[in-house]
């Protein structure tokens, strides 16, 4: 829709079967077509598509780990866009 993705999806070193959160930044502004922010969405779809038949079923309170973890991850990334 014309967004800059300032984050990699597959960011962390959290293979994707590994947590069903992956958090992203995006540009405020819209732009024209990305080609490098396409690339990059696709290629980490394909990789998740790898992982799709070895996702695991986990408790609440993993999922609240997960949380925390995919929260830190974004939270990391907000104070480096900021500095």
Do not use: R, W
């Amino acid at each position: 829709m014309g967004h800059i993705l300032l984050t990699h999806p597959l960011a962390g070193s959290i293979k994707p079967n590994e947590t069903p959160y992956k958090s992203i930044m995006l540009s405020k502004d819209k732009q024209a077509l990305d080609a490098q922010s396409v690339k990059i969405i696709e290629e980490s779809i394909h990789t998740c598509e790898k992982f799709s038949s070895t996702i695991q079923e986990f408790d609440q309170e993993v999922f609240e780990d997960f949380q925390h973890v995919d929260c830190s991850l974004i939270e990391n990334a907000i104070a480096s866009a900021i500095i």
